[in-house]
Nanobody, 123 residues
Framework: EVQLVESGGGLVQAGGSLRLSCAVS????????YSWFRQVPGKGREGVSC????????YYTDSIKGRFTISSDRARNTVYLQMNSLKPEDTAVYYC????????????????WGQGTQVTVSS
């Protein structure tokens, strides 16, 4: 059974930091690229960042460049999103998703999804 389990969300003040984790099981970790998406009520999912080990590449949406960093740990089968200088507009449910073999921006192509973790940034 494929599982992507996010953790690390919570309530933080503007300017603060959080680190999201996505623990991956049931697939061959190195065969996939991993993205973080976020969603607020009433809107579609927004791609935030993606990491592709096979390409050796990372991607970030413009609104979070310089503040968020995506990384992965093959030994732990875990993907991380370090979020610094958080803003109230970063408030959303954050989802981890897996796609083989490369990053794409369209969420409809992703094979596997986590359940999401809530991030709330207060002003």
């Amino acid at each position: 059974e494929v599982q992507l389990v996010e953790s690390g969300g919570g309530l933080v003040q503007a300017g603060g930091s959080l680190r999201l984790s996505c623990a991956v099981s049931g697939i061959t970790f190195e065969n996939y690229a991993y993205s973080w998406f976020r969603q607020v009520p009433g809107k579609g999912r927004e791609g935030v960042s993606c990491i592709s080990r096979s390409e050796g590449s990372t991607y970030y949406t413009d609104s979070i460049k310089g503040r968020f960093t995506i990384s992965s740990d093959r030994a732990r089968n875990t993907v991380y999103l370090q979020m610094n200088s958080l803003k109230p507009e970063d408030t959303a449910v954050y989802y981890c998703a897996a796609i083989s073999p490369y990053c794409v921006g369209d969420d409809s192509y992703y094979d596997h999804w986590g359940q999401g973790t809530q991030v709330t940034v207060s002003s």
